[in-house]
């Protein structure tokens, strides 16, 4: 089991990396100085599959369509993703964003007929014609020297479109359902949930929500190790919010808790999408208040519209989290006046949670906001590195970048989906390094999907 200390190990320099990048760069400054910006430094890969830069290496780990060791096939559609150091080797648990209709891309193959190798009854939900959900998580047991693939399985299933999520302190994997479709037509249960999955765990685990947490388009989670609250990011179009959970026990999700969203200090229901008018400019920090959210079921799909409407603040498609030392970052995917992005920094209050964060509240600042998507094409996932760049996975439109921001500002280019098949260059999705900081993981998402392992002298980039 992961204890903080162990959490914190590819984060550690994050809070004195980024101390100042706020105030240097031409995204995150008022008075519109430019971006600093390397150029792309990229070797074209012979293989048409991954570019990198000069001394870097990658090797493909996993590839959609490959039989797991449970008989079962490898799920398309790769996205969030996070590393753990397990007394068997490395353990990668991974995502499967897969829709139910989706059987081309299906872990029990044509005609579902390898559903019969698995528990059915602990799947968390079934279609009408009897066969499973799509989406869920898969778990990758490998050396943690040579990346050979020890055991691969289906870890979770019977899910609906697994996007992202969140490793926590305590060793575990939580999964976001991006969806809030309900009962009725092709569903026998109300979708829209988080659910945990052990990293230590050997086989598919029974899908139990996490209700606590909420019912709505969930995207990302990042955990406090020091206090055990959980931030949760919102994907939804025009109109979201940024959450809290305060456990009842933490590190035991499951026991419930209270459910928050986040305000601006004297501002009901501040924008800060910055689309029509802007109302906040880069590098600006406002101070938070938490309101309590009413009916986080959610029953009729307007949780956020609800609560803008009695002062939270407005966000647009949150996407990737990520905690550091005492702050976090996330990412709206479509912010900005360019609408290319912005990624927000979350500074916790010393006494968050509890009544005295009152006196000492928290604060929001916008870090960066996209110009345009030749600086960063509408930011997704994210990561922390050891050395304390933020890791960004795009998600735009035309060619697919990961993204490094230095502490000085500057914004690199770490990679290049060079593969262009069908419905163009996929995106990246779930950068996370591997406990001792030495292999940065990713995934392509489709045509097909594709788990990388990389590898270099990060020591040189930025």
């Known amino acids: ?14 809070t004195a990396a980024f101390s100042g990048l706020a105030a240097v760069s031409g995204c995150a400054r008022a008075d519109n100085a430019p971006l600093a910006i390397t150029p792309p430094n990229l070797v074209p890969d012979p293989a048409g599959l991954l570019d990198l830069p000069p001394g870097f290496s990658y090797s493909v780990i996993s590839t959609e369509g490959d039989e797991m060791d449970d008989g079962l096939l490898t799920p398309g559609d790769f996205d969030g993703m996070a590393a753990f150091e397990t007394s068997d080797g490395l ?9 139910p209709f ?9 005609e579902a007929a390898r559903l019969g190798l ?38 979770l299933g019977g899910t609906y479109n697994n996007c992202a999520g969140g490793p926590t302190p305590w060793g575990s994997w939580l999964t976001c359902e991006e969806t809030v479709d309900r009962r009725g037509d092709h569903l026998d249960r109300d979708h829209g949930f988080v659910f945990e999955v052990p990293a230590s765990a050997r086989e598919l685990v029974r899908a139990e929500p996490l209700v606590g947490l909420g019912r709505f388009r969930h995207e990302a989670v990042a955990i406090d190790p020091g206090t055990g609250i959980t931030y949760l990011t919102e994907d939804e179009y025009d109109n979201c919010l ?8 933490p590190g035991e999700l499951q026991r419930g808790g209270r459910l928050q969203a986040l305000k601006i200090r004297g501002q009901n229901g501040f924008d800060t999408r910055n689309w029509d008018a802007r109302n906040f400019q880069p590098g600006d920090s406002l101070t938070v208040e938490w309101m309590d959210v009413e009916d986080s079921a959610n029953p009729d799909n307007d ?29 709206c995917t479509d912010g900005g006046p360019a609408r290319q992005g912005q990624i927000f920094r979350y500074i916790p209050s010393p006494h968050e949670g509890m009544p005295a964060e009152a006196t000492e509240p928290a604060r929001l600042e916008l870090f960066i906001e996209s110009p345009g998507d030749e600086t960063m094409g509408m930011c997704d996932n994210i990561t922390i590195a050891p050395w304390g760049d933020l890791i960004v996975a795009e998600d735009g439109r035309g060619e697919q970048y990961i993204r490094g921001v230095t502490p000085a500002g500057r914004i690199y280019t770490l990679a290049r989906n060079a593969f262009n ?9 779930g950068p996370c390094f591997s406990p ?15 788990t990388f392992a990389v590898r270099g002298p990060w020591h040189e980039l930025g």
């Open 1 to 14: 089991m992961l204890n903080r200390r162990q959490f914190l190990r590819n984060t550690a320099a994050a």
């Open 91 to 99: 353990t990668l648990v991974r995502n499967h964003e897969l829709h």
């Open 102 to 110: 989706e059987f081309e891309k299906s872990p029990f193959g044509p």
């Open 118 to 155: 698995i528990d059915p009854a602990r799947l968390y939900d079934r279609r009408d014609d009897g066969t499973g959900l799509l989406g869920g998580t898969s778990t990758l047991v490998l050396d943690p020297v040579t990346l050979e693939l020890k055991q691969h399985f289906l870890s």
């Open 242 to 249: 940024f959450y809290r959970f305060i456990p009842d026990r």
């Open 303 to 331: 949780i956020a519209i609800r609560h803008i409407a009695l002062g939270a603040a407005q966000f647009t498609r949150g996407e990737g989290i990520w905690f550091g030392e005492n702050e976090l970052y996330f990412t």
């Open 421 to 429: 098949e069908n419905s163009g260059y996929s995106e990246f999705c």
């Open 436 to 450: 001792d900081g030495t292999i940065l993981f990713v995934n392509v998402q489709s045509e097909p999907s594709r």
